[in-house]
């Protein structure tokens, strides 16, 4: 568990709203200079501002109690709001590459002046937000991952510096959307990867890092423990790990099931499982398969 302090807020929150300014002012690059790398860039920083939103969220959320209503908490916000905005933004990505290739082929007016004096502000901008969470970066794991997409944001718009430039002296229009496709195919990539994660959580899969078949197997080693079934396994944020199981045991008083349970807590706890069920029985259930069978 990672305290954050009052200051770590403020600072994401004027990262927050330095991007934003960025990524518009960008936008608004794009449009009068004619880059649509401006634009890419752009699209960029604000996937990143939205990225550290849903951060900045979580950590809210995360404090917020549970109720008789929402008996899960509101840690999954974090998740719906993470496969809303990425498949929103392979929707964007997409129309960027097309309209690049179209460029590409027939390469528009770039008013190479114009394009640098927003890339260089831009630049700026990225650098004062890297600047912001440096020193934090090195004593909490979520301003570390804000300060890195800032870094590379800063590294994206030193590019399209270096684009402008290459504009400016050689009349190198092709190189806008050589590299626009390039930081799509990066965004795209990561939107994907995203996507992939939050559906599975939304799907309540499995964790990819954990094996159920070895969870049964270490389990079933305790001793007076004849088999596991019925395992439920899923991830409410991608951080809290729920399970539900069955352990069928051999007939006992249930006080003396304290010592198998704390057993299996320990099996549990060292797979980072934190939210755990346990059902206790001897035959109760007709399938004794891992997974639930039974037809109720």
């Not at 008789?68 to 809303?84: C, D, S, V, W």
């Not at 990225?126 to 991952?145: C, G, P």
């Not at 430039?165 to 050589?178: H, M, P, T, V």
């Amino acid at each position: 568990m990672h305290q954050h302090s009052s200051n770590d807020n403020k600072n994401i929150i004027a990262v927050i709203f330095i991007n934003f300014f960025v990524s518009c002012f960008e936008i608004l690059g794009g449009y009068l200079s004619g880059s649509l790398l401006l634009i890419s860039d752009a699209l960029h920083n604000l996937s990143d501002s939205v990225s550290i939103v849903i951060s900045y969220i979580a950590i809210v959320l995360a404090h917020k109690k549970t109720n008789q209503k929402y008996t899960f908490g509101y840690k999954r916000a974090e998740i719906l709001a993470a496969f809303i905005n990425s498949g929103i933004l392979i929707l964007i990505t997409l129309y960027i590459s097309f309209e690049a290739i179209l460029r590409f082929i027939s390469p528009n007016k770039i008013v190479p002046i114009t394009m640098l004096i927003f890339a260089i502000i831009s630049f700026f901008g990225n650098i004062l937000s890297t600047i912001i969470l440096h020193s934090k970066s090195k004593h909490s794991f979520n301003i570390k991952s804000t300060y890195l997409h800032m870094l590379s944001d800063a590294l994206a718009s030193f590019a399209v510096i270096v684009s402008a430039l290459l504009i400016l002296y050689f009349k190198f229009y092709a190189i806008d959307s050589i590299l626009t496709i390039i930081i799509a195919i990066y965004i795209l990539r990561e939107a994907i990867q995203l996507l992939i994660k939050s559906t599975k959580i939304l799907m309540e899969s499995s964790p990819d890092t954990l094996n159920l078949e070895e969870i049964k197997m270490a389990i079933e080693s305790i001793d007076n423990v004849k088999n596991v079934h019925h395992v439920h396994m899923w991830s409410v944020s991608g951080n809290d790990i729920f399970l539900e199981i069955h352990i069928e045991l051999n007939d006992m008083l249930l006080s003396q099931t304290e010592i198998i349970k704390q057993k299996v807590y320990n099996i549990l706890k060292e797979k980072k499982i934190n939210h755990i069920n346990i059902q206790f029985e001897t035959n109760s259930c007709l399938s004794k398969s891992i997974l639930c069978e039974d037809k109720f």
